[in-house]
């Protein structure tokens, strides 16, 4: 009995030590599109915050005196207490002096003069750090001090009494946050480079490019599958060859073609040259060959014709496959960006693409990373999507394509 119940026990602990580390990795796989996700949703401020934080985060405010201003957690004799910023005052600098570091000053930067003279400063050796001179006036002394530290003295004031005002620095004061999504940024990045027009093309393109490639694989899959003629084989190790052939081979030949048709900056020049595709036939075909033949000629004898029974028997068994290939030609045509880049002009706003709509966009907001990250969000939620409602497919597709 204890045996059993010490095997049973470490039977749990270690199905706990693999969840525990797949969790781990899960989350480490995750953690870029989380934080992608939470910086399109930050306001510009917070983004470089130091250190960094996931959430988005942005400061209360209230209003005082018909005017909205901040809150802070500002220290004062009576203890630390939430004020509203009224006003940002003049900057200031805190000094340490050089006989003593302990015993600092405050003063506005104009009331510093610099040893030496601006040109020709002064310069004193602490901690193996070379640090300026500054001379200050102290209770009637002049008193040689370094800088500390630079930030503001701003003036607080009580949200319910906001004539109970209270001076204190702004580098000592901690504004309140709560987190906040700013949703807005999504609106101005599709104002900001009309990613809505290249949302709209690229998901034109998309969609007409899997149906193209599913229907032509169906029925080049079949015809190599099932149909006999001469040379059959031949051609399609010749058409499965064309697989090892590099993009970049293509590029100029491709090009020139769309020059003499007259496609160039023209959508139809993303679609038509890629509803055909190698990949797709084979996949096809291998999936097709597996369908036992009784089936197709049961079908033949009761008269159906080879569309017929491509169309109500041969496609419908191919789900999975047809699944496969959907979703991997999804993927590539919504990520397509070398091909968009040659044909289509970074100019022409209306037949742009999201990759491409991306790349200006980073040209465009290279200050405001919340406004991109909402680009790169718009663009890569339907594909991650798509991918986790037809994952399941990835197996089964991959598992049965070469079964015979």
């Not at 030496?116 to 750090?129: A, D, K, L, R, V």
């Not at 075909?285 to 028997?313: T, Y």
Request: hydrophobic fraction near 50%; proline fraction near 6%.
């Amino acid at each position: 009995m204890k045996r059993a119940q010490s095997y049973q026990a470490q039977k749990y602990l270690t199905y706990a030590g693999a969840y525990a580390v797949l969790t781990i990795f899960g989350l480490l796989i995750l953690f870029p599109f989380m934080f992608m996700f939470f910086t399109s949703l930050k306001a510009p401020g917070d983004i470089f915050r130091s250190p960094p934080r996931l959430l988005p985060f942005s400061t209360e405010t209230t209003t005082v005196d018909g005017v909205e201003v901040p809150l802070y957690r500002v220290p004062t004799d009576a203890g630390v207490r939430t004020m509203a910023l009224v006003d940002e005052g003049a900057p200031l600098v805190i000094f340490a002096s050089v006989d003593d570091p302990s015993q600092t000053f405050e003063r506005a930067p104009r009331d510093a003069t610099p040893v030496g003279g601006f040109t020709n400063q002064e310069e004193i050796n602490i901690g193996g750090e070379p640090k300026k001179l500054w001379e200050i006036e102290e209770g009637g002394q002049v008193v040689r001090v370094v800088e500390v530290s630079r930030g503001r003295q701003g003036v607080f004031a009580d949200p319910a009494n906001p004539a109970d005002t209270v001076e204190a620095s702004l580098t000592e004061a901690t504004p309140v946050e709560r987190v906040a999504f700013q949703t807005e940024n999504y609106r101005r990045v599709l104002e900001l480079q009309n990613i809505d027009r290249s949302l709209t093309n690229t998901m034109l393109v998309t969609i007409l490019v899997v149906l193209g490639q599913v229907i032509t694989s169906v029925l080049g899959g079949y015809a190599f599958a099932r149909l006999r003629f001469p040379g059959r084989d031949s051609l399609f190790v010749v058409y499965l060859g064309t697989i090892m052939i590099p993009f970049v081979v293509l590029i100029i030949p491709m090009y020139q073609l769309m020059v003499i048709i007259g496609w160039v900056d023209r959508i139809a020049a993303l679609i038509l040259p890629w509803i055909f595709t190698a990949y797709g036939t084979f996949l096809m075909r291998q999936f097709f060959i597996s369908i036992p033949k009784d089936l197709e000629e049961a079908a033949l004898m009761d008269g159906a014709s080879r569309l017929r029974i491509l169309w109500q028997i041969f496609v419908p068994l191919a789900g999975p496959a047809i699944a496969t290939q959907a979703t991997f030609t999804f993927l590539y045509a919504w990520n397509s960006f070398v091909w968009p880049l040659i044909v289509i002009n970074t100019g022409n706003f209306s037949n742009q693409v999201l990759t491409l709509s991306l790349m200006v966009l980073q040209g465009r907001a290279a200050d405001s990373p919340n406004l991109v990250m909402a680009g790169t969000t718009i663009a890569v939620a339907l594909p991650l999507l798509v991918f986790v409602l037809a994952q399941r497919y990835f197996v089964e597709g991959i598992a049965t394509t070469g079964i015979k």
